[in-house]
């Protein structure tokens, strides 16, 4: 299998994407195809003592800068960026998926207008995997879609289910919609609408969820439009961090006694940080598209990286894109 790596867009690149894409090579049994600067790509790789094999270079003379406010219409002026050059590889069928931690607006126009939507998406959406309390759930919409309609977000819930099933392993992936109350009548007309549409599908639909909730497991797949679900994504990663920072400076403070309880809880939470490090779960997909596209962090480091590909690759073997065009049946009887 051979993975598109746009290896010039991200806070650390060319670098750290380098680094992955060798590491990715190693570890999951894929080739990668790095577009970018062939020179500057060369040296990196020499530098890095990449394998004789399952990489290769496709040039590109242009980067998309991340702070690119405007991606879709610059990319008239970026036709031969490294993230353009990755979208063509994929639509010419000469790769299998892409990754990119670049301009994630760049990402998602040049997906769009090379890579394609599938017959009967109108918007697709950003898929992540969200750390719970006894696992994992996937937010979707993550950031594509600020404004939706009620049967976008019943498309999100089918692409939602689907991928838990079929990448996550999890039988009958209980479906809600993220709103600011459990009971029926709750949220605005856009959530409101949404749940009967959804609930009169076959879909394992448990109703309304609370942001409170999503970290307990309540459900397997938070349904919600784009502005909503980048703000919980967000959040939830400065949350994160911030617990951390306040834990360390918690036992940094308590003396000799608070240092010696935090030696013999070091091992929890380093378990707890890995969990919640964005790292370890790779990027977000972007479902929809008739092509595996992952999104990954503008930070990513190699590990980062090389859990983005194994992402793409996961999703490649589960045949994500053919599951959810038979699963589209699903929109034709919410109707």
Not at 6 to 13: K, L, R, Y
Not at 165 to 179: E, Q
Not at 229 to 237: C, F, M, S, Y
Request: proline letters at 3%; a negative charge.
């Amino acid at each position: 299998m051979k993975i598109a790596l746009d290896a010039m867009g991200g806070d650390f690149a060319p670098q750290e994407l380098v680094r992955g894409a060798i590491e990715a090579v190693k570890s999951l049994g894929v080739e990668v195809v790095l577009t970018g600067d062939k020179e500057r790509l060369e040296y990196e790789l020499e530098k890095s003592g990449a394998p004789s094999q399952g990489l290769e270079i496709a040039h590109a003379s242009q980067v998309v800068p991340m702070d690119e406010h405007h991606p879709a219409e610059s990319l008239r002026h970026y036709r031969d960026s490294s993230v353009m050059v990755a979208s063509d590889l994929v639509a010419r069928n000469g790769a299998s998926a892409m990754v990119s931690a670049g301009n994630t607006g760049a990402a998602f126009a040049s997906a769009l207008l090379r890579i394609k939507r599938i017959p009967g998406i109108e918007r697709p959406a950003i898929g992540t995997v969200f750390p719970t309390v006894d696992g994992c759930c996937f937010l979707i919409d993550a950031g594509a879609n600020v404004d939706c309609r009620p049967h976008h977000l019943v498309s999100f819930a089918i692409m939602g289910s689907i991928y838990m099933n079929k990448v996550m392993g999890i039988d009958h992936p209980r479906v809600a919609i993220l709103n600011n109350g459990e009971e029926e009548g709750k949220g605005n007309q856009l959530t409101r609408e949404a749940r009967e549409l959804i609930a009169a599908t076959s879909l394992n639909f448990i109703g309304n969820i609370e942001g409170k909730d999503i970290p307990h497991g309540g459900a397997d797949v938070i349904v919600t439009d784009g502005f909503t679900g980048n703000i919980v994504l967000k959040l939830a990663e400065g949350l994160g961090t911030a617990i951390v920072a306040m834990i360390k400076d918690g036992i940094e403070t308590t003396g000799l006694r608070g240092k010696a309880g935090g030696l013999l809880l070091l091992p929890v939470l380093k378990g707890i940080k890995r969990k919640m490090d964005y790292s370890e779960y790779g990027g977000a997909v972007l479902l929809g598209l008739n092509n595996v596209v992952v999104i990954a962090h503008g930070r990513s480091n190699a590990r980062a990286i090389k859990n983005s590909i194994r992402v793409a690759r996961d999703s490649v073997e589960a045949q994500i894109i053919e599951k959810i065009r038979d699963g589209l049946s699903e929109i034709k009887e919410a109707e």
